[in-house]
C-alpha cells in the first residue's frame, strides 16, 4: 500500500504544482508504474476545474466563470500539456523530416504554429465550455471532471500501443519511455471510464468512440512522421482528446 501511494504521489509531482511530502522523488521505476495514475490525476485537476467553474457561477456570468475555471486548470498544470501542444504543433508545423520535427519540438522557443494552434484550442475549448454550460452545471462539471480524466487515459494508452522516440541515437531512454504493461493499462482505463457513471444518462458514453477516434488517428499520424512517440505528442493528444470529447458531450446533449 504504500509504494502504491508513493507511486500516486509520483504522479501527482510530474503532472501538477500540488506540493507533495519530501520523501517524494523523481524516481524512473516509480514514474514508469505512475502511469495507471495519469487519469486518477485528471479527476483532481477535472474536479478543480469544477468547483471554480461552480463556485464561479454562483456570483458571475458563465463564461467569466469558464474563464476562471479554465486558468485554475493551467496553473493546477503548470500549463503542462498545454506547452507540449505547442511544441506539437511547432514541430509537426514547422518539420518535413523526423529529425527535424524532434529538434523543433525540443527546442524552447516558441514558433508561429504554436501560437497559432494555441489561441485556436483555447478559443475553441472556452467556446463549447460555454456551450456546454447551457446543459446546466451538473452536466457541465461532470464533463470537466471526465473530459480530464478521460482524456488522459487515451494519451496513456500511447505509451502501451507505440514505441518512445528518442531524439538521437546518444539519447538516454526517459521515464515515460518503457513500454507499459497490459495490467497498469487496464487500471488507468478504469480511472479514465470511471466519471461516466456521474452522468444522468449512459447515452453520453457514445463520447468514447470519437475521442478515441482521434487518438487512433494521431497515433497513426505521428507513427508515419517520426516512428513513435514523444511526451509533447502525448500531452498533444490529451489537449485534442479533451476538447473533442466537450465537443461530443454537447452534440449528445442536444441531439440524442
Not at 508513493?6 to 516509480?30: C, G, N
Not at 489561441?119 to 467556446?127: E, R
Not at 528518442?166 to 466519471?195: C, Q, R, T, V, Y
Not at 497515433?219 to 473533442?244: F, H, M, N, P, S
Request: hydrophobic share 55%; aromatic share 16%; net charge neutral.
Amino acid at each position: 500500500m504504500k509504494d502504491q501511494v508513493q507511486i500516486f504521489l509520483t504522479a501527482v509531482m510530474f503532472f501538477t504544482r500540488i506540493p507533495v511530502p519530501k520523501w517524494i522523488d523523481h524516481s524512473e521505476e516509480y514514474l514508469n508504474k505512475a502511469s495507471m495514475y495519469f487519469p486518477l490525476v485528471g479527476w483532481i485537476v477535472g474536479g478543480f476545474a469544477a468547483v471554480l467553474f461552480w463556485a464561479g457561477s454562483l456570483v458571475l456570468p458563465a463564461y467569466i466563470a469558464i474563464i476562471i475555471s479554465m486558468i485554475g486548470s493551467v496553473m493546477m498544470t503548470g500549463a503542462f500539456h498545454e506547452d507540449a501542444f505547442a511544441d506539437f504543433c511547432d514541430g509537426f508545423g514547422g518539420g518535413w523530416t523526423q529529425q527535424k520535427i524532434l529538434d523543433i519540438m525540443k527546442d524552447s522557443r516558441v514558433g508561429t504554429f504554436a501560437v497559432a494552434g494555441l489561441i485556436f484550442m483555447l478559443g475553441l475549448k472556452f467556446a463549447l465550455l460555454l456551450k456546454l454550460s447551457e446543459a446546466g452545471m451538473w452536466v457541465t462539471c461532470v464533463s470537466l471532471i471526465t473530459a480530464h480524466s478521460f482524456s488522459r487515459f487515451a494519451s496513456t494508452s500511447i505509451i502501451y500501443s507505440h514505441q518512445y522516440v528518442k531524439e538521437n541515437e546518444d539519447s538516454k531512454a526517459k521515464p515515460l519511455a518503457k513500454k507499459m504493461d497490459i495490467s497498469l493499462l487496464i487500471i488507468a482505463g478504469i480511472f479514465g471510464i470511471a466519471p461516466f457513471a456521474l452522468f444522468d444518462s449512459y447515452l453520453y458514453l457514445a463520447a468514447i468512440i470519437p475521442v478515441f477516434a482521434a487518438r487512433m488517428y494521431f497515433a497513426r499520424y505521428i507513427k508515419k512522421w517520426i516512428g513513435g512517440y514523444t511526451g509533447d505528442c502525448l500531452g498533444a493528444i490529451q489537449q485534442i482528446g479533451e476538447v473533442i470529447f466537450y465537443l461530443s458531450i454537447i452534440i449528445i446533449w442536444k441531439y440524442i
